[in-house]
């Protein structure tokens, strides 16, 4: 996997991106970073400049999600995951121990009807080639979906340059996954955040992942929508560097550097 790094600190934390974006997506949040953090910024496999995984399967996306977390030479990680990132980031966290804490942004904990569309069979290709693969669509889509984005936002403009194949064989993927409760075995402190203008699956996931731990704190952001890093940068660099959790983890990994 292709990961970028931010800062030098010695408090990590290692971001995955979601459907359509790349390590770009942290761009943002890298720009307000806390002198004691050090950010990874990662391309899930296949997307950016990740080589595909082989097979394409959630197996092997996440055992190399693993293999780039434990490159960061770090026991005590923030994992921090957009959209259907957090997902393939929590497979990962099932898998290795160093991950202490998780960040969920704007996550699905459930299968909108919306993404059942595009991986239907025979008709699922075709829309998502009508709604993603082609400018037109695009522009209707994100016209469309003006209340849940901040003004001047745009929701499809990181389709233009994807692969598009990729992006569909990522929603099968995700599609593994069969319930939230899958997650519950993961002992982490956990805060999930969202815009006030999101999806409404993204709101009811939100309790819905409280409800898998129950010390789950949940952020709003408000006049903010699903792009909730790029439209609040600031502030949901607060939520992540700015609380106890987070204190908490550098004081973790002072501790283990002072021995």
């Known amino acids: 996997m292709f990961v970028r790094q931010y800062g030098n600190g010695a408090s990590v934390c290692f ?22 953090a050090r950010l990874y910024a990662a391309d899930l496999p296949g997307c950016g400049l990740s080589p595909a995984p082989q097979p ?21 990680v923030t994992l921090v995951g957009a959209c259907i990132g957090a997902l393939f980031g929590m497979c990962a966290a ?23 569309v595009f991986t239907a069979p025979v008709v699922g290709d075709k829309a998502y080639a009508g709604t993603f693969a082609n400018p037109v669509g695009r522009w209707i889509t994100n016209k469309a979906l003006t209340a849940r984005r901040a003004e001047g936002s ?16 990522y929603l099968h993927i995700a599609r593994e996954i069969k319930s939230p409760r899958e997650f519950a075995p993961l002992d982490l402190s956990v805060d999930v955040i969202f815009g006030s203008r999101t999806f409404r699956a993204v709101r009811e996931s939100a309790l819905i992942w409280q409800q898998v731990w ?6 709003e952001v408000e006049n903010t929508g699903h792009l909730v890093l790029q439209e609040a940068a600031s502030e949901v660099s607060n939520i992540i560097f700015g609380g106890d959790a987070w204190r908490e983890q550098s ?5 283990v550097t002072q021995s």
Not at 96 to 116: G, Q, S
């Open 15 to 36: 971001c995955l991106h979601g459907w359509s974006g790349d390590h770009r997506t942290f761009e943002a949040l890298a720009e307000v970073l806390p002198d004691d």
């Open 56 to 76: 394409w399967d959630l197996r092997s996306v996440t055992r190399q999600i693993v293999q780039a977390l434990h490159e960061t030479d770090s026991d005590s």
């Open 94 to 116: 099932l898998e290795t121990k160093v991950v202490k804490r998780l960040v969920m942004i704007d996550a699905f904990a459930m299968w909108p009807w919306y993404f059942r």
């Open 154 to 169: 745009h929701l499809t403009n990181g389709f233009a340059a994807a692969r598009h194949q990729t992006q569909l064989k």
């Open 214 to 219: 129950p010390r789950t704190r949940i952020w």
């Open 251 to 255: 004081q973790r990994t002072s501790n």
